[in-house]
């Protein structure tokens, strides 16, 4: 798995989890929700993604996307 993977299970599954706990628990988990997809969207635009630096430093390998 490289890094760009990575970065996009990560996020899906954060996406996933939180929208579980703002119906089950609390809707304010929509604002964690929220903060992944700005993220998302100013990686796309940006290129900076700060998963992907801590997943470099731990030694995944480079993907396309981030580097």
């Known amino acids: 798995m490289n ?16 929208v ?22 100013q990686s796309a635009f940006t290129g900076f993604c700060p998963l992907a630096k801590i997943l470099s430093a731990l030694g995944l390998k480079p993907g396309s996307a981030f580097k």
Not at 20 to 41: C, I, M
């Open 3 to 18: 890094i760009d993977r990575a970065v996009i299970a990560f996020a899906g599954a954060v996406v996933l989890v939180t």
């Open 20 to 41: 579980l706990l703002s119906v089950f628990h609390s809707p304010y988990w929509l604002w964690f929700t929220g903060f992944v997809g700005a993220n998302l969207l």
